[in-house]
């Protein structure tokens, strides 16, 4: 959304996340993360912490996607994380009747930072939330082949084979892009079987 404020942090959990569910239904989750500076101290030849940033963030799930449950599942504290979210400020009124104002990072993207761990990816449904267990930094794992879908798709039925269809003049035989164009607009670019259908896939 135009005029929005944009910010991506990197830092650490400072306390596991959170995950609570509001009066009207909706699931949110709350962390913090702090981002410190480092400096190189040339008098003591060593690398010092600066100032440490505390950013308040929250998580929401919705039909299409499971941000919060997925991040209560994922992460927890000390993990080092990269997260990208729009930068808002509230107002709300205190228990002694104050008026105050707060600055929190709403999340759209977060995971863990590899700089210094490894992590195990795995794919979930649409809607369905989390559906994996986390093996951030588990130095026994290799490293993730990509997405894994939480579940194999339905074999498909045998089929009788098809004559061979002609190859069109001036095309080579076995050519693998020598494909003739789909009835259908948009079904043989990108086709995969790797999932059932379209609407199994989740929300990016």
Known sequence: MAGETMLTIVGNLTADPELRTLGNGSTVANLTIASSTRQFNR??????????????????????????????????????????????????????????????????????A?????????????????????????????????????????PAPAQSQAPASPVEPGVQQGDPWAQTMPATPGSGFGASTDFPSNDSDPEF
């Open 114 to 154: 590899l700089t210094r761990a490894t992590a195990q990816v795995t794919r979930v449904q649409a809607g369905g939330g989390y559906a994996g267990g986390s093996t951030y930094g588990d130095p026994n794992r290799g490293p993730a082949n990509g997405w894994q879908n939480s579940q194999s798709p339905a």
């Open 43 to 112: 008098q003591s030849n060593q690398w010092e912490d600066g100032d440490t940033l505390f950013m308040n963030c929250s998580a929401w799930d919705s039909q299409r996607q499971k941000l919060a449950s997925n991040i209560v599942a994922t992460l927890a504290k000390g993990m080092r994380v990269i997260a990208s979210g729009r930068l808002l400020q509230r107002s709300y009124q205190a228990q002694d009747g104050s008026q105050r104002t707060v600055t929190e990072m709403r999340l759209e993207e977060i995971g863990p």
